[in-house]
């Protein structure tokens, strides 16, 4: 169960953030899950803001990508009930906030596949984007969306 691994590694999903904007969090249609974008937002607070490297370490956005992951699973148990229905994660694109010569995205949003391999094993892999961007919402460091198959 999804829910035995997230205990195990000491994660526990926060209520899901509000969108802000005018958008809704999750989309279904037919087995597929379309998150929107998530932020590291908790609490209601943006915890990693501003451009990598030059306000926010390698280390730190990978921090701040871990908890968009964690956002998104929030987003999808809320939407779907239980994790436990998710059968695959099809599809990951992370942006990263950063200078124009910063070129080590994947180093960021593997922190995200990465989690996403630990609770769902084979299931976890997926295709992915990594791509810098000059800005994000609400200065945030790093955004992730993505796209899962559930029963």
């Not at 169960?1 to 000491?10: A, D, G, H, R, S």
């Not at 390698?58 to 701040?64: D, G, H, L, R, V």
């Amino acid at each position: 169960m999804i829910e035995e691994k997230l205990v195990q590694l000491n994660i526990t999903l926060p209520t899901p953030p509000k969108p802000a904007g005018s958008y809704i969090p999750v989309v279904t249609s037919g087995n597929l899950a379309f998150v929107s974008g998530q932020i590291p937002m908790h609490d209601g607070k943006v915890l990693f803001t501003g451009k990598v490297p030059s306000d926010k370490s390698i280390e730190e956005a990978q921090s701040a990508a871990r908890l968009c992951a964690i956002n998104l699973l929030a987003q999808l148990k809320a939407n779907l009930g239980s994790l436990d229905r998710i059968t695959k994660i099809v599809r990951v694109s992370g942006f990263v906030n950063c200078m124009p010569d910063f070129a080590e995205h994947p180093k960021i949003i593997n922190a995200a596949s990465d989690l996403f391999y630990d609770i769902f094993g084979e299931k976890g892999k997926h295709s992915r984007i990594a791509v810098g961007v000059s800005s994000l919402p609400l200065n945030s460091t790093v955004e992730i969306d993505m796209t899962v198959e559930f029963s």
